[in-house]
């Protein structure tokens, strides 16, 4: 078995900042990708940051140059700093993890999410 379990969601001010984290446990061979996602009420799950396990990232359009992510492989745990936030970052921000249990079964893995809500 394997749980993502997510912190650091909470309401801050517009321009404000946070941290996440998303820490991975379970029967773990290997951790591939960790990634964030947001979803905002009525619209679509997407991209906000991906990180693979030699530390390559990749960021959505909207939160380049505001959010950094990073990961401790030797903690199994993924990290999004998130500065400059807007009222529009509001969302509930998953973490995703493509991994390999020790029973060789590779996919990928859902946290249960975390709620940001940006504003004044």
């Known amino acids: 078995q394997v749980q993502l379990v997510e912190s650091g969601g909470g309401l801050v001010q517009p321009g404000g900042s946070l941290r996440l984290s998303c820490a991975a446990s379970?029967?773990?061979?290997?951790?591939?990708?960790m990634g964030w996602y947001r979803q905002a009420p009525g619209k679509q799950r997407e991209l906000v940051a991906g990180?693979?396990?030699?530390?390559?990232?990749n960021y959505g359009d909207s939160v380049k140059g505001r959010f950094t992510i990073s990961r401790d492989n030797a903690k199994n745990t993924a990290y999004l700093q998130m500065n400059s936030l807007k009222p529009e970052d509001t969302a509930v921000y998953y973490c995703?993890?493509?991994?390999?249990?020790?029973?060789?079964?590779?996919?990928?893995?859902w946290g249960q999410g975390t709620q940001v809500t940006v504003s004044s």
């Open positions: 990180i693979t396990i030699g530390g390559s990232t």
């Open positions: 995703n993890a493509d991994l390999q249990t020790t029973g060789y079964t590779r996919r990928d893995y």
């Open positions: 379970g029967t773990i061979f290997r951790l591939y990708r």
